[in-house]
């Protein structure tokens, strides 16, 4: 859910839904209750959505092993993110919505750039189990990364 729309200067609130059918949906609920686009690409369920803190993305983890992003006002495809092995359960975006990572079932997360997202800039290989959850640090220098193994660990940026 994203209230500001992609920074524009008219306030225009997006949501996005995921769903087992491999579908997002973007809607604008103060504009109506149909959705603006029904979003495809992913082969398996969609398993978490986040938009960039600036509104301009939003991204989509599933277990097809992949992660896409997509514009933050229109829904519009940008780019696919593979690279992990195995399912990928979440993602966060940096403060300065640059740079995105992903949590995944190959015990790994990953960090992206956008501006090259044909591989990953960062693998944090550390964990010795599932990775579930993540989320920068507010200045954006750190990531901490929960895992199946019962470990947090804290990474520099």
């Known amino acids: 859910y ?4 992609g920074g524009s200067s008219a306030e225009v609130e997006r949501l996005v839904s ?3 059918d491999f579908t997002l949906m973007i809607w604008s ?3 109506g209750k149909k959705p603006i ?5 992913h082969q398996q369920a969609v398993n978490h959505i986040a938009f960039s803190p600036d509104g301009r993305y939003f991204a989509s983890a599933s277990f097809d092993k992949k992660v896409k992003v997509w ?16 399912a990928v359960y ?3 975006w940096s403060t300065d919505s640059r740079l995105l990572i992903s949590a995944s079932k190959d015990s790994t997360a990953k960090v992206w750039d956008l501006k090259k997202p044909k591989t990953a800039l960062h693998t944090l290989p ?25 470990t947090i660990k804290i990474w520099r940026n």
């Open 71 to 86: 514009d933050g006002r229109t829904g519009a495809f940008i780019a696919t993110l593979t690279g992990h092995v195995s």
């Open 2 to 5: 994203d209230k500001n729309g």
């Open 37 to 41: 686009a029904r979003l495809t690409g």
């Open 18 to 20: 995921g769903s087992d």
């Open 29 to 31: 609920p103060t504009e």
């Open 90 to 92: 979440q993602v966060a």
């Open 126 to 150: 550390g964990h010795a189990d599932e990775v579930y959850a993540l989320d920068w640090s507010p200045n954006g220098n750190q990531v901490a990364t929960g895992s199946k193994d019962r």
